[in-house]
Protein backbone atom coordinates (compact mmCIF):
# COMPACT_ATOMS: atom_id res chain seq x y z
CA UNK A 1 0.00 0.00 0.00
CA UNK A 2 3.02 2.29 0.75
CA UNK A 3 4.51 1.98 -2.57
CA UNK A 4 1.35 2.62 -4.47
CA UNK A 5 0.51 5.79 -2.44
CA UNK A 6 4.20 6.81 -3.69
CA UNK A 7 3.86 5.52 -7.27
CA UNK A 8 0.54 7.87 -7.31
CA UNK A 9 2.26 11.07 -5.76
CA UNK A 10 4.67 10.82 -8.47
CA UNK A 11 2.67 9.89 -11.22
CA UNK A 12 1.02 13.32 -10.08
CA UNK A 13 4.40 15.05 -9.87
CA UNK A 14 5.80 14.14 -12.89
CA UNK A 15 2.72 16.25 -15.33
CA UNK A 16 3.21 18.77 -13.27
CA UNK A 17 7.06 19.41 -13.45
CA UNK A 18 6.59 18.84 -17.57
CA UNK A 19 4.01 21.49 -17.34
CA UNK A 20 6.87 24.10 -15.69
CA UNK A 21 8.72 22.59 -18.08
CA UNK A 22 6.97 23.41 -21.16
CA UNK A 23 5.89 26.49 -19.80
CA UNK A 24 9.41 28.24 -18.87
CA UNK A 25 10.64 27.05 -22.11
CA UNK A 26 7.87 29.19 -23.85
CA UNK A 27 8.93 32.36 -22.49
CA UNK A 28 12.90 31.42 -22.98
CA UNK A 29 14.62 34.08 -24.77
CA UNK A 30 17.59 33.13 -27.38
CA UNK A 31 20.66 36.26 -27.25
CA UNK A 32 19.54 39.10 -29.78
CA UNK A 33 22.85 40.75 -31.07
CA UNK A 34 22.51 44.44 -32.09
CA UNK A 35 23.36 43.41 -35.78
CA UNK A 36 20.87 40.75 -35.70
CA UNK A 37 18.35 43.15 -34.20
CA UNK A 38 18.74 45.40 -37.14
CA UNK A 39 19.36 42.85 -39.55
CA UNK A 40 15.82 41.01 -38.64
CA UNK A 41 13.77 44.42 -37.88
CA UNK A 42 12.30 46.19 -41.44
CA UNK A 43 11.60 49.79 -38.61
CA UNK A 44 14.38 51.18 -36.21
CA UNK A 45 13.34 54.75 -34.72
CA UNK A 46 14.22 56.35 -31.68
CA UNK A 47 10.99 57.07 -30.27
CA UNK A 48 8.77 58.78 -27.34
CA UNK A 49 5.79 56.79 -26.58
CA UNK A 50 2.28 59.47 -26.82
CA UNK A 51 0.05 56.91 -25.79
CA UNK A 52 -1.05 53.10 -25.16
CA UNK A 53 -4.44 51.48 -25.55
CA UNK A 54 -5.32 48.16 -24.39
CA UNK A 55 -7.99 45.89 -25.78
CA UNK A 56 -9.05 42.22 -26.79
CA UNK A 57 -9.02 40.79 -30.00
CA UNK A 58 -11.99 40.07 -31.75
CA UNK A 59 -12.11 36.86 -30.36
CA UNK A 60 -12.09 37.84 -27.30
CA UNK A 61 -8.78 35.52 -26.26
CA UNK A 62 -6.16 38.07 -26.10
CA UNK A 63 -5.27 41.35 -24.73
CA UNK A 64 -3.18 43.67 -27.42
CA UNK A 65 -1.85 47.27 -26.51
CA UNK A 66 -1.61 49.92 -29.31
CA UNK A 67 1.25 52.09 -28.90
CA UNK A 68 1.71 55.55 -30.59
CA UNK A 69 4.51 57.12 -30.54
CA UNK A 70 6.34 60.60 -32.28
CA UNK A 71 9.51 60.05 -33.68
CA UNK A 72 12.66 61.45 -32.55
CA UNK A 73 15.15 59.85 -35.18
CA UNK A 74 14.30 57.15 -38.11
CA UNK A 75 17.43 54.65 -38.22
CA UNK A 76 15.78 52.16 -40.82
CA UNK A 77 12.93 52.37 -42.99
CA UNK A 78 10.59 55.06 -43.55
CA UNK A 79 8.02 55.50 -40.80
CA UNK A 80 7.50 59.15 -41.38
CA UNK A 81 6.84 61.34 -37.75
CA UNK A 82 4.79 59.62 -35.96
CA UNK A 83 4.21 55.59 -35.25
CA UNK A 84 1.40 53.23 -33.94
CA UNK A 85 2.55 49.61 -33.21
CA UNK A 86 0.92 46.42 -31.37
CA UNK A 87 2.20 44.43 -28.22
CA UNK A 88 1.33 41.55 -27.20
CA UNK A 89 -0.35 41.72 -23.81
CA UNK A 90 -2.03 44.55 -21.47
CA UNK A 91 -4.58 45.43 -18.85
CA UNK A 92 -8.35 45.86 -19.63
CA UNK A 93 -10.72 46.19 -16.81
CA UNK A 94 -9.64 43.37 -14.39
CA UNK A 95 -7.96 41.33 -16.88
CA UNK A 96 -4.08 41.63 -17.18
CA UNK A 97 -2.30 39.53 -20.07
CA UNK A 98 1.03 39.44 -19.11
CA UNK A 99 4.08 38.55 -21.78
CA UNK A 100 7.03 37.41 -19.32
CA UNK A 101 10.36 39.27 -20.87
CA UNK A 102 7.65 41.37 -22.64
CA UNK A 103 8.50 44.82 -23.90
CA UNK A 104 7.51 47.42 -20.52
CA UNK A 105 6.15 51.00 -22.25
CA UNK A 106 5.43 53.75 -21.09
CA UNK A 107 3.81 57.33 -22.22
CA UNK A 108 6.53 60.07 -22.05
CA UNK A 109 9.07 57.85 -22.42
CA UNK A 110 11.70 57.81 -24.75
CA UNK A 111 13.12 54.58 -26.48
CA UNK A 112 14.82 52.84 -29.19
CA UNK A 113 12.57 50.13 -31.15
CA UNK A 114 13.46 47.53 -32.79
CA UNK A 115 10.10 46.77 -34.98
CA UNK A 116 8.79 44.00 -38.00
CA UNK A 117 5.58 42.98 -39.28
CA UNK A 118 4.78 39.60 -38.24
CA UNK A 119 1.38 37.62 -37.42
CA UNK A 120 0.07 38.12 -33.68
CA UNK A 121 -2.74 35.56 -32.29
CA UNK A 122 -5.98 37.21 -33.95
CA UNK A 123 -4.62 39.64 -35.42
CA UNK A 124 -2.61 38.75 -38.51
CA UNK A 125 0.39 41.62 -40.53
CA UNK A 126 0.96 43.79 -37.37
CA UNK A 127 3.90 45.80 -36.80
CA UNK A 128 5.59 44.87 -33.54
CA UNK A 129 8.83 44.45 -31.19
CA UNK A 130 8.74 40.85 -32.51
CA UNK A 131 12.22 40.61 -30.03
CA UNK A 132 10.53 41.02 -27.17
CA UNK A 133 12.22 42.65 -24.78
CA UNK A 134 15.88 42.37 -26.26
CA UNK A 135 13.90 44.88 -29.40
CA UNK A 136 13.45 48.00 -26.39
CA UNK A 137 16.05 50.08 -25.20
CA UNK A 138 15.28 53.12 -22.18
CA UNK A 139 16.63 55.97 -23.10
CA UNK A 140 17.97 57.75 -20.46
CA UNK A 141 20.47 60.76 -19.87
CA UNK A 142 22.08 60.29 -23.04
CA UNK A 143 22.58 56.31 -23.08
CA UNK A 144 20.18 53.46 -24.29
CA UNK A 145 19.50 50.04 -22.02
CA UNK A 146 18.15 46.87 -23.05
CA UNK A 147 15.14 46.45 -21.62
CA UNK A 148 16.60 42.56 -21.62
CA UNK A 149 19.44 43.90 -18.99
CA UNK A 150 18.66 40.82 -15.91
CA UNK A 151 16.76 38.53 -18.50
CA UNK A 152 18.26 35.18 -18.31
CA UNK A 153 18.82 34.63 -21.83
CA UNK A 154 20.18 31.60 -23.84
CA UNK A 155 23.82 31.78 -25.84
CA UNK A 156 23.45 32.84 -29.42
CA UNK A 157 24.83 30.27 -32.12
CA UNK A 158 28.47 32.31 -30.89
CA UNK A 159 27.47 31.46 -26.89
CA UNK A 160 27.46 35.07 -26.22
CA UNK A 161 24.11 36.34 -23.57
CA UNK A 162 25.07 39.68 -22.77
CA UNK A 163 22.71 42.25 -23.79
CA UNK A 164 24.37 44.87 -25.90
CA UNK A 165 26.04 47.94 -24.10
CA UNK A 166 25.62 45.35 -20.83
CA UNK A 167 24.53 46.68 -17.66
CA UNK A 168 25.91 50.26 -18.03
CA UNK A 169 23.80 50.98 -21.20
CA UNK A 170 25.68 52.06 -24.11
CA UNK A 171 25.60 55.97 -25.14
CA UNK A 172 23.05 56.88 -27.56
CA UNK A 173 25.04 58.13 -29.79
CA UNK A 174 27.14 55.16 -30.19
CA UNK A 175 24.26 52.78 -30.50
CA UNK A 176 22.70 55.09 -33.19
CA UNK A 177 26.01 54.86 -35.03
CA UNK A 178 26.14 50.92 -34.97
CA UNK A 179 23.16 50.78 -36.34
CA UNK A 180 22.99 52.90 -38.87
CA UNK A 181 26.50 51.25 -40.11
CA UNK A 182 24.68 47.46 -39.78
CA UNK A 183 21.65 47.94 -42.21
Not at 94 to 109: F, K, S
Request: hydrophobic fraction near 40%; glycine fraction near 8%; include cysteine.
Amino acid sequence: MQFLRSASKSVLVVPFLLLLTATASATTLVHRSLDRLTSDNETIVEATVLDIHSYWNPEHTFIFTDVHARLSQVLKGLPGDELSFTVMGGSVGPTTTLIVGGPDLAPGLDYVLFLARTDLPGAPDRLTIRDLCQGVFDVQDGRAFSQARGELLLPDAMGRTEVPGGDEGIALDRLTQQILELR
